[in-house]
């Protein structure tokens, strides 16, 4: 075997090791390609903010372009969790509606909601004691400040008893109590799909997104909850119905161009649009569509987001998204880049380097230790019967 063939094996080895698993054996690796886009956004997000926010640094003087994408990325890239709200739409409404639309059996409700707590609460649970027990031995926190957090994160109402506030333990984590809400609704939410005219459910989910846009842009609440986010979740809903039709766009070099443009154009604005004024709560959710819908139906991007090492990474968003706050504020610690030679440009482009590589080598630990067999629907049963098989052989 050559070299190149064996580097080749050993590459795809450590793809398929980290590759993860679908209760239903069902991969959609477009998916997984928005994951990335979308995970990647939030964990540079937390870089820069914590690099030039909290770690104090400065950009020269006179650099403005370099000072407009800072300023862009520790503003805006946080949007990546409203993509993450549309991937959690089109997931959660596409057993509903395939069975909705091709008439296939309903899902069973109790493996429904079960299935949520086997594959999603262990990695988040375990985090959550990790992060607890960092804050108090560090003496960040003490134990009757740490306590009601605690549990507020644990209970997922973090939002509703703390409002205006980012969870103390893991401030990322408001954004799973928004996945909480849309998981108990889901079931409920994709009644819309039993409306039997394509073009009328269409219709309706378009106005449904509509009026959430709508109303958010007029309505102001003292506290985050599932009614900020409708919008982008249904957008979800809408990918889903277009999905279950199978239609990938055949097109010729021109509309390949343009199809690629759409995509590149909708995700710059969706990262680079100024927040702030009530445009921006409609161009949003516009380019939120626009980047999904060419990322599973348009050959150029469809390409991109299905690129292997894209889906890789975006498998593991789960453990990344909980764990890359810390690691981040670990690194930052470190001071490592501080002592580096060089100018402003090689010290920052190293910070992000060594940012990256920690968080994925953490993360993926995680992710083969914690989360990746919480991707076996069937973990606990073996579970169970694996502890029942060593009691008998103890007893015996």
Same mark, same amino acid.
């Given at each position: 075997?050559?070299?190149?063939?064996?580097?080749?094996?050993?590459?795809?080895?450590?793809?398929?090791?980290?590759?993860?698993?679908?209760?239903?054996?069902?991969?959609?690796?477009?998916?997984?390609?928005?994951?990335?886009?979308?995970?990647?956004?939030?964990?540079?997000?937390?870089?820069?903010?914590?690099?030039?926010?909290?770690?104090?640094?400065?950009?020269?003087?006179?650099?403005?372009?370099?000072?407009?994408?800072?300023?862009?990325?520790?503003?805006?890239?946080?949007?990546?969790?409203?993509?993450?709200?549309?991937?959690?739409?089109?997931?959660?409404?596409?057993?509903?509606?395939?069975?909705?639309?091709?008439?296939?059996?309903?899902?069973?409700?109790?493996?429904?909601?079960?299935?949520?707590?086997?594959?999603?609460?262990?990695?988040?649970?375990?985090?959550?004691?990790?992060?607890?027990?960092?804050?108090?031995?560090?003496?960040?926190?003490?134990?009757?400040?740490?306590? *009601?957090?605690?549990?507020?994160? &644990? $209970? #997922? %109402?973090?939002? +509703?008893?703390? /409002?205006?506030?980012?969870?103390?333990?893991?401030?990322?984590?408001?954004?799973?109590?928004?996945?909480?809400?849309?998981?108990?609704?889901?079931?409920?939410?994709?009644?819309?799909?039993?409306?039997?005219?394509?073009?009328?459910?269409?219709?309706?989910?378009?106005?449904?997104?509509?009026?959430?846009?709508?109303?958010?842009?007029?309505?102001?609440?003292?506290?985050?909850?599932?009614?900020?986010?409708?919008?982008?979740?249904?957008?979800?809903?809408?990918?889903?119905?277009?999905?279950?039709?199978?239609?990938?766009?055949?097109?010729?070099?021109?509309?390949?161009?343009?199809?690629?443009?759409?995509?590149?154009?909708?995700?710059?604005?969706?990262?680079?649009?100024?927040?702030?004024?009530?445009?921006?709560?409609?161009?949003? *959710?516009?380019?939120?569509?626009? &980047? $999904? #819908? %060419?990322?599973? +139906?348009?050959? /150029?991007?469809?390409?991109?987001?299905?690129?292997?090492?894209?889906?890789v990474i975006g498998g593991m968003c789960y453990s990344i998204y909980?764990?890359?706050?810390?690691?981040?504020?670990?690194?930052?610690?470190?001071?490592?880049?501080?002592?580096?030679?060089?100018?402003?440009?090689?010290?920052?482009?190293?910070?992000?380097?060594?940012?990256?590589?920690?968080?994925?080598?953490?993360?993926?630990?995680?992710?083969?230790?914690?989360?990746?067999?919480?991707?076996?629907?069937?973990?606990?049963?073996?579970?169970?019967?694996?502890?029942?098989?060593?009691?008998?052989?103890?007893?015996?």
């Amino acid at each position: 075997m050559s070299v190149t063939n064996k580097f080749r094996n050993n590459i795809k080895t450590i793809f398929t090791i980290f590759s993860r698993t679908t209760s239903n054996n069902k991969f959609i690796p477009e998916i997984d390609g928005l994951r990335f886009f979308a995970i990647s956004s939030v964990v540079l997000f937390h870089i820069f903010n914590h690099y030039f926010l909290k770690g104090g640094a400065v950009v020269p003087e006179g650099h403005k372009v370099t000072s407009f994408f800072v300023h862009a990325v520790s503003t805006n890239f946080n949007r990546g969790v409203e993509l993450f709200f549309a991937i959690s739409g089109f997931i959660l409404a596409l057993p509903f509606a395939t069975s909705h639309i091709k008439t296939t059996p309903r899902p069973n409700l109790k493996k429904y909601f079960w299935r949520r707590v086997t594959r999603l609460e262990p990695p988040y649970v375990l985090s959550l004691i990790i992060f607890f027990l960092l804050n108090y031995v560090t003496h960040h926190n003490t134990l009757s400040e740490l306590f *009601p957090h605690f549990f507020a994160s &644990f $209970f #997922y %109402v973090h939002n +509703f008893i703390y /409002p205006g506030t980012l969870p103390l333990i893991n401030g990322v984590t408001w954004s799973l109590e928004i996945e909480i809400q849309f998981y108990i609704l889901a079931p409920l939410l994709t009644s819309v799909f039993m409306i039997r005219n394509k073009v009328n459910r269409r219709l309706l989910i378009l106005l449904l997104i509509l009026i959430s846009i709508t109303v958010n842009a007029y309505l102001s609440l003292n506290f985050l909850s599932i009614i900020n986010y409708f919008h982008f979740f249904f957008i979800g809903f809408l990918m889903t119905d277009l999905y279950l039709e199978g239609n990938v766009i055949s097109m010729n070099k021109i509309k390949g161009l343009a199809h690629g443009a759409i995509g590149a154009v909708a995700l710059f604005t969706l990262f680079f649009f100024p927040e702030g004024d009530k445009l921006s709560k409609f161009v949003l *959710p516009l380019c939120i569509g626009l &980047f $999904f #819908y %060419v990322c599973m +139906f348009s050959r /150029p991007w469809k390409t991109i987001s299905s690129f292997k090492l894209l889906t890789v990474i975006g498998g593991m968003c789960y453990s990344i998204y909980l764990l890359h706050v810390y690691i981040i504020a670990f690194v930052d610690k470190l001071s490592i880049t501080q002592h580096l030679p060089g100018e402003f440009y090689s010290k920052f482009f190293m910070h992000i380097i060594i940012c990256l590589i920690a968080i994925l080598i953490i993360s993926g630990i995680y992710f083969l230790a914690i989360e990746r067999p919480c991707m076996d629907k069937d973990w606990v049963k073996k579970l169970m019967n694996r502890l029942r098989g060593s009691r008998v052989t103890a007893t015996g």
